[in-house]
């Protein structure tokens, strides 16, 4: 029976009118199909032209692909084409009489193996086109579903291709239907007729005839993108709530489909919007890129969409949203920008078969940036083909609405593609970090500590302080190696029989004078930038390594913060601020000193300062150490126990130290293991902080630099409580106290890893902890989160950090009584204290990013030199945390890796575990469950993989000439990985044994000291930069939780 229906054409004429044509449309249950495997071909009345019989799948070009290759569909090799009846119409409508006279032709002609199918008229191919919706996407859409049909009519029998040149459809549809693939034209013929090479020179010459094209269009009248709107427009919207402002967050893996809108001041508050706004596409972009102060026009609600959940690419562990993938979120248009934040960015030329498709005297070329959220960018040049080889900086220079991609112009090459400094010197350039060496000027202001001329307390200094130089026993504990210790502890016995507890940090202000030409350097930094093989110091290291530095048996002037404590409760009698100076009788590593907590006294080799030493001496001296560290704990304990009863929370991320061979090759990569005495520290310096800050709040009410934590937003621990209650476990997230609470009760005592895990998404659904101004917010809004602290700020490390720097100036300031007025008239103001800590922010996010990244790299160097298939060290054992429509994440406890793994591949097969759980690919399909995904083939045979389930992977590198590489993983057994004997004791005490730990860090140290002998030249890097390197290869920062929190990335990257 047939369905009528109205179809409206809006065709235009030659004068450049548009003209509206209704048409009545009738559908049909059955129009002919034309293929040898139809099951009812009487129904479908194939009595014409049918595909032949011997191909290995069907070929549906999409209808730009007809407008723009025909002439290669037209080659008599390709076999199987179905051409539908929108992408033929649009070549009707679109290409005029003589290009669709062609098609019509070489559908007739029997030598060519094509035939036509009326989509538009099959009851169940025909797509309504949707308020809103282009044509073109209308027509992808509508090819794509009539695609879907006909595998599915032809019994699923036959795989379809679907050939495109729409990133989008692409992404979208790639991995939707199983037997249904999506890809491009070139990947197509790449893949399935390499050997055609008069396919692949027509498409190149065809390819080269369309860029040409698009030039000329550009050049003219003709616009990619709408207009932006008038600033007073958008200002105007704004203040009426019409427009929304915000910063725009491309997603990294589907950069050309997916970014976000984070709202931005007032909206914020005024929109009534809980979650961020989704701009769909490049068009709705409309030539605003990732950073950009956008303003944004919200879409009805019935064009709302919602975010992909199928892996990418270039798919990682990064942050998801806890909103169900399918659920329409809301979507808007960018009408304006206000604020462009574009900044130099990293590029690779094209290859050189590349750059001679776009023509030999071309000069305006296309060059693919490192950052997956930045567009191609449009450059002039005539030295392509030298620089092809090379990462090379670019800037951006406009970005007009008659062209499809910006315009920028070259500024420098960095390195070649794939070379360790290069790819250091890109990982700098892209996170705007700036290595350049301290000045002449910057220099001239240091004090001069040489074997000639040695620094001594000055002693009007000594006159001005505490010198605790003979009363107090001051240690310090950090990674091995660590040069700028700017922290010491110390703890002893009053008179009264109460305990003090000191914390005593270097006085970096003492010789960082307000303005200064070094100040306003370490502003600019505001902090040392940790990389996986090296540091970018704040300050110059006659400061951050030497006089600042904490070091054992030296004078030091530091800023302590000292508290009296009851002897048997430890609470706080009263405090004290002050400058003082202070000799640090020992310096310890963490293993060291938490070996001397559990008792373990044969350490004592391994304290320097202990070695030389008759034995009497050594064991008093043991003693008196063994009882300060036992008292720290302890009193420790009771702090966090107190912190616990509020909610602090106990969050999970995984740190990973690179060790290196005598050669600089990369010989393992060890996860650091958390001991207690990282905790005893920790918990001393967050004391510190928390009692600093109330300190400089009670005397600058408006002007006082602290730590905020904003409790998140509860629709991101969805994904949280959904994987605990899959274990079997309740998370509650209404406070801080429940959350705590339950991930502490969330512990399965078969599997470690579970609770690690949830900690991890724990940290994942996070808000950034940030610096603010006292002045700038409400007293309610200070609290700390994931501390529990109702103020908070960070005091401790003013050699790598500049807010402590402020914070040290604040401290001086509140405890002077009005003694030195010219320390209060160098604060900041509310206004400008609120604008620097936007920019130490800032710089701390690029700190964050820059230290992800090395370490990425260095993973990726570890692993590919090694043959997964053959390495022992590529197989490892791995947790499934996480389920998408195409596959899992998978968290590799043994290296510290987190990644996607495929559980279908480019070719639409899925995964499958035979009787020996070894997996193979084998035809089938995906079913996904919220806890569960399962891989069912047409043979019948079907796995399922759960959240937490222990699998084996392969780890290889997936190399990239214009990005990063990755880290690609690879489920090869649906069981958890054996270890071989061989490996057994090896990577078990690796992991799990303190002792041996040390023998680790002292065969880094071997290696480095031999590195050190054959390497002058990156030592004399490291001078002429005025950088200092620590023996640690990997220090990040000692305070673990946050001090604390690791800020984790806002973007919405599934």
């Known amino acids: 029976m047939l369905q009528k229906r109205e179809k409206v054409l809006l065709l235009r004429t030659f004068q450049g009118r548009t003209l509206r044509i209704v048409r009545e449309h009738y559908l049909r249950p059955s129009v002919p199909c034309n293929s040898p495997l139809c099951p009812q071909p009487a129904a479908c009345r194939n009595d014409g032209k049918l595909l032949s019989s011997d191909v290995t799948h069907y070929v549906i070009p999409d209808w730009k692909i007809v407008q723009d290759y025909l002439e290669i569909l037209e080659f008599p090799e390709l076999k199987g084409i179905i051409f539908m009846q929108t992408a033929c119409q649009a070549v009707q409508h679109q290409r005029g009489r003589r290009q669709y006279n062609k ?174 706004i989704l701009i769909h596409g490049m068009k709705a972009r409309n030539r605003s890129i990732h950073g950009d102060v956008v303003v944004v026009e919200l879409l009805p609600k019935n064009e709302w969409k919602g975010r992909t959940a199928a892996l990418c690419e270039n798919d990682s562990d990064d942050k998801a949203s806890g909103e169900s993938p399918s659920e329409p979120m809301p979507t808007g248009r960018v009408v304006g920008i206000l604020q462009k934040n574009w900044r130099d960015y990293v590029v690779t030329f094209p290859s050189k078969e590349e750059v001679q498709s776009q023509g030999k005297n071309a000069q305006k070329i296309l060059v693919t940036p490192w950052d997956y959220r930045i567009p191609k960018i449009r450059i002039s040049t005539q030295q392509a083909e030298a620089l092809q080889d090379f990462r090379v900086v670019v800037r951006i220079d406009s970005w007009e609405s008659t062209s499809v991609y910006p315009n920028g112009h070259f500024v420098r090459v960095l390195g070649r593609i794939g070379d360790l400094e290069g790819e250091i010197a890109t990982i700098l350039v892209e996170n705007s970090i700036s290595v350049v060496p301290f000045s002449e000027a910057q220099m001239c202001e240091m004090p001069v500590n040489t074997p000639e001329n040695p620094w001594k307390v000055n002693p009007e200094e000594e006159r001005e302080r505490r010198d605790l130089r003979k009363t107090h026993l001051v240690f310090s504990i950090d990674p091995k190696g660590c040069e700028d210790v700017d922290d010491t502890l110390s703890v002893r016995t009053l008179n009264n029989g109460n305990l003090e507890l000191g914390v005593h940090i270097a006085d970096v202000t003492h010789f960082v004078a307000p303005n200064s030409y070094i100040d306003i350097e370490a502003r600019t930094r505001a902090t040392t930038y940790y990389l996986a093989d090296r540091r970018y110091d704040m300050l110059p290291s006659i400061l951050s390594a030497d006089l600042c530095s904490l070091l054992g048996g030296v004078d030091r002037y530091a800023v302590s913060v000292m508290w009296e404590l009851d002897k048997t409760s430890y609470e706080i009698k009263k405090v004290w601020y002050g400058r003082t100076i202070i000799r640090s009788a020992y310096k310890l590593f963490y293993e060291a000193a938490q070996e001397l907590l559990n008792g373990n006294v044969n350490i004592v080799d391994d304290i320097p300062e202990l070695r030389d030493l008759d034995e009497k001496s050594r064991q008093a001296k043991l003693e008196e150490l063994v009882w300060a560290i036992g008292k720290l704990t302890d009193i420790a304990r009771h702090v966090r126990a107190k912190r616990d009863g509020c909610g602090a929370l106990e969050l999970e991320g995984v740190e990973v130290r690179i060790q290196l061979d005598d050669k600089k090759n990369i010989h393992d990569l060890i996860p650091k293991q958390p001991l207690e005495v990282h905790e005893t520290v920790a918990e001393c310096m967050i004391l510190a902080n928390h009692w600093v800050a109330k300190e400089i709040w009670e005397s600058f009410p408006h002007q006082a630099l602290l730590r905020q934590h904003p409790p998140p937003h509860q629709e991101f621990f969805s994904e949280l409580r959904e994987c605990a209650k899959a274990k079997g476990f309740i998370i509650d997230t209404r406070s801080n106290k429940t959350l705590a609470d339950s991930l502490d009760n969330a512990n399965d005592p078969n599997d470690p890893i579970v609770n690690r895990l949830l900690r991890y998404m724990a940290t994942q659904a996070m808000s950034n902890a940030l610096y603010f101004s006292t002045g700038s ?278």
Request: with cysteine.
């Open 103 to 276: 098609l019509r032709n070489l559908l007739k002609d029997a030598r060519h193996d094509c035939i036509l199918f009326a989509n538009e008229f099959q009851q169940y191919c025909y797509l309504p086109r949707e308020r809103g919706e282009s044509l073109e996407k209308w027509q992808t859409r509508s090819i794509y579903n009539a695609a879907v049909w006909y595998y599915h009519h032809c019994q699923d029998r036959m795989p379809i291709v679907m050939v495109t040149e729409d990133e989008e459809a692409i992404q979208q549809y790639g991995s939707e239907t199983e037997g249904v693939f999506v890809i491009s034209f070139k990947n197509y013929l790449d893949n399935f007729w390499l050997d055609l090479k008069a396919a692949h020179e027509l498409y190149d010459s065809i390819l080269q005839s369309r860029r040409e094209r698009e030039n000329e269009s550009q050049e003219s009248h003709g616009k990619e993108y709408p207009e932006h709107l008038p600033l007073e427009v958008l200002e105007a919207g704004i203040k009426s709530g019409r427009y929304i402002q915000g910063v725009l967050n491309v997603n990294k893996h589907r950069a050309q489909i997916e970014a976000f809108v984070r709202l931005q001041g007032a909206s914020s508050k005024d929109s009534g919007l809980v979650s961020d």
């Open 777 to 1054: 917010c409400a007293e309610e809004e200070f609290h700390h989160y994931g501390l529990a602290l109702d103020k908070y700020t960070h005091f401790t490390s003013p050699i790598r950090r500049y807010s402590d720097i402020i914070v040290h100036r604040l401290l001086m300031a509140a405890i002077s009584k009005d003694k030195k007025m010219e320390i209060k008239e160098n604060l900041f103001s509310n206004k400008d204290l609120e604008e620097l800590c936007r920019h130490i922010n800032n710089r701390n996010r690029a700190a964050q990013h820059a230290q992800k990244q090395s370490t990425e790299l260095f993973q990726c160097m570890y692993f590919k030199d090694k043959d997964p298939e053959t390495e022992e060290r590529c197989i490892s054992d791995g947790v499934i945390y996480s389920i998408r429509t195409n596959g899992v994440l998978v968290f590799i406890p043994r290296f510290g890796i987190k990644g996607a793994a495929y559980l279908k591949n480019k070719d639409g097969l899925v995964i499958s575990c035979g009787p020996d759980s070894r997996s193979e690919w084998k035809s089938g399909s995906l079913q996904r469950f919220q806890n569960k995904i399962t891989s069912t083939t047409t043979e019948g045979e079907s796995v399922t993989f759960h959240l937490f389930d222990h699998v084996t992977v392969r780890i290889s590198v997936q190399a990239s000439r214009c990005h990063s590489d990755t880290i690609s993983l690879e489920i090869i057994s649906n069981k958890p990985y054996m270890i071989p004997d061989t490996e057994l004791v090896h990577q078990s005490s690796l992991l799990l044994k303190s002792d041996l730990v040390k023998e680790v860090t002292r065969s880094v140290e071997e290696a480095q000291l031999a590195q050190e002998v054959k390497v002058n030249i990156i030592q004399e890097d490291y001078q002429k930069y005025c950088q200092t390197k620590g023996r640690s290869l990997y220090i990040l920062l000692e305070e673990i939780r946050d001090l604390a929190l690791l800020d984790v990335s806002n973007s919405y990257e599934i």
